[in-house]
C-alpha cells in the first residue's frame, strides 16, 4: 500500500533552534514529492517541489532536500512566525494514473 | 490574480439536505480537484477534473458530485448531506498532474 508518514507529528522549538521535519514514504513511481505549510484557517501554502534524489531547494530559513526514501525539511534559527503545519505530498504512479499522497503533517510551534 | 476561490466559507447543513460547494481559478489551469481534511488525517481526493467536460473519482468519491463545464469552475455537489460529510474542503488546480497544486482557502462544513 501507498504510503507517506511525516514524524515527528508534533515539534516544539524554542526561536532560534534548528531543527528537521521527515517525511518517508513507500510509494511506486515516484514522480515529485512536494513541502506545504498550512496555517489554522487556510489552505495549504506551496513551499518546494523535488523531483529527484540528491535534489535540495532553499527559501529563506526553510530548505528540502530528497533522498529514494525520505524528505527532509530543515529549519534553520526558525522565529515565531515558522509556526504552522508541514505537509507532505508524494506524486506517484496508481492504478493506472497519477496520485498525490498526502501525510499527515507536522505541527510545528515555535515559540519567542 | 486571485487564485483559487472558495464559497461558501462555512456552513451548517441537515441530514439529508444538499448543497453545491463553489470553486474557481483564475490561472487558467486544466486539472482541478477536491480534497476533504478531517482532523489527524492527511487530505483525501474526493474527485478531480482534468480539463472542461472531463472529471473522474479520486480516493473518497462516495456522496458527493462533481461538473466541470468550464475551465475556471468546478463545483462539488453533496446530495444528501450525512454526518460523515463534515468536514474542511478544499479545492486545488494546477497546469499539469506533475505540477504544484494551488491550494484555496477551504469551505468547512458542518452536518448535524
Known amino acids: 500500500e501507498d504510503q507517506v508518514t511525516q514524524s515527528p507529528e508534533a515539534l516544539r522549538l524554542q526561536e532560534g533552534e534548528s531543527s528537521s521535519l521527515n517525511c518517508s514514504y513507500t510509494v511506486s513511481g515516484l514522480r515529485g514529492l512536494f513541502w506545504y505549510r498550512q496555517d489554522p484557517g487556510k489552505g495549504p501554502e506551496f513551499l518546494f517541489t523535488l523531483y529527484s534524489a540528491g535534489e535540495e531547494k532553499e527559501k529563506e530559513r526553510l530548505k528540502a532536500t530528497l533522498t529514494k526514501k525520505e524528505s527532509f525539511l530543515h529549519i534553520t534559527a526558525p522565529k515565531p512566525e515558522d509556526s504552522a503545519t508541514y505537509l507532505c505530498?508524494?506524486?506517484?504512479?496508481?492504478?493506472?494514473?497519477?496520485?498525490?499522497?498526502f501525510g499527515k503533517g507536522t505541527k510545528l510551534s515555535v515559540i519567542p | 490574480n486571485a487564485g483559487v476561490t472558495q464559497t461558501p466559507k462555512f456552513r451548517i447543513l441537515k441530514i439529508g439536505q444538499s448543497m453545491t460547494l463553489q470553486c474557481a481559478q483564475d490561472?487558467?489551469?486544466?486539472?482541478m480537484y477536491w480534497y476533504r481534511q478531517d482532523p489527524g488525517m492527511g487530505l483525501k481526493l474526493i474527485y478531480y477534473s482534468v480539463g472542461a467536460g472531463i472529471t473522474d473519482k479520486g480516493e473518497v468519491p462516495n456522496g458527493y458530485n462533481v461538473s466541470r463545464s468550464t475551465t475556471e469552475d468546478f463545483p462539488l455537489r453533496l446530495e444528501l448531506a450525512a454526518p460523515s460529510q463534515t468536514s474542511v474542503y478544499f479545492c486545488?488546480?494546477?497546469?499539469?498532474?506533475?505540477?504544484?497544486?494551488?491550494f484555496g482557502p477551504g469551505t468547512r462544513l458542518l452536518v448535524l
Open positions: 505530498a508524494v506524486l506517484h504512479s496508481g492504478a493506472g494514473s497519477y496520485q498525490l499522497t
Open positions: 486545488a488546480s494546477s497546469y499539469d498532474y506533475r505540477e504544484t497544486q494551488y
Open positions: 490561472m487558467n489551469h486544466n486539472y
